[in-house]
């Protein structure tokens, strides 16, 4: 695996073969972006494409993420896909709000996202209208290309975000627009 992590300014005395100066934030974040623990939402066919994008071929544990979680405390990734109902928008939020910080979601597919042909008064028009989101991935079915993309674009948020981020005013004012805590 490529180590993508940018040493500091090596301080006085620690310098040379066998020292590594970085910063407790990046080093979290690297841990935290190469083992993310997914929790699949799936109600519809995206969930086929992201059964795909688990198996052999694509091969999600080669990002470190082989290790779904069914339940909500021990996952950081909520991965939603697939058509979804008014009636299980609750649901999901129960979902959401039982995660542990930190934590990300990514919305897959067109149903998700935005409703997608089910443009009808049974079907949430987008699951941003009840949770927040971080990465949306397009289409109908999205690749099990570009789920990893997705997952690669989550990756980047979690190593990059400060471990201050989760207790800023700017993402509690985010929370607050979803009456979330
Ligand atoms: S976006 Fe397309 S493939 Fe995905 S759940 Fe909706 S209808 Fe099915």
């Not at 299980?88 to 709000?97: A, F, H, K, T």
Request: some cysteine; proline content about 7%.
């Amino acid at each position: 695996m490529a180590v993508n992590i940018h040493p500091d300014n090596q301080p006085e005395g620690y310098q040379g073969s066998g020292f590594f100066a970085t910063t407790f934030d990046k080093a979290v974040g690297l841990a935290r972006a190469n083992s993310l623990w997914p929790l699949p939402f799936a109600t519809s066919c995206c969930g086929i494409e992201f059964m795909a994008t688990m198996a052999s071929h694509y091969d999600l544990a080669r990002f470190g993420s082989e290790r779904l979680s069914f339940s909500p405390r021990q996952a950081d990734l909520l991965m939603v896909m697939g058509t979804i109902a008014k009636k299980m928008g609750p649901i999901l939020r129960q979902v959401y709000e039982q995660m542990a910080e930190p934590k990300w979601v990514l919305c897959m597919g067109a149903c998700a996202s935005s409703g997608g042909i089910f443009d009808t008064y049974s079907v949430l028009q987008g699951i941003d209208r009840i949770i927040p989101v971080d990465v949306y991935i397009p289409g109908c079915p999205p690749r099990p290309e570009q789920v990893l993309d997705g997952i690669l674009k989550i990756q980047e948020l979690a190593k990059n975000e400060g471990r201050a981020r989760r207790t800023s005013p700017e993402y509690k004012a985010l929370l607050a627009q979803y009456g979330l805590e």
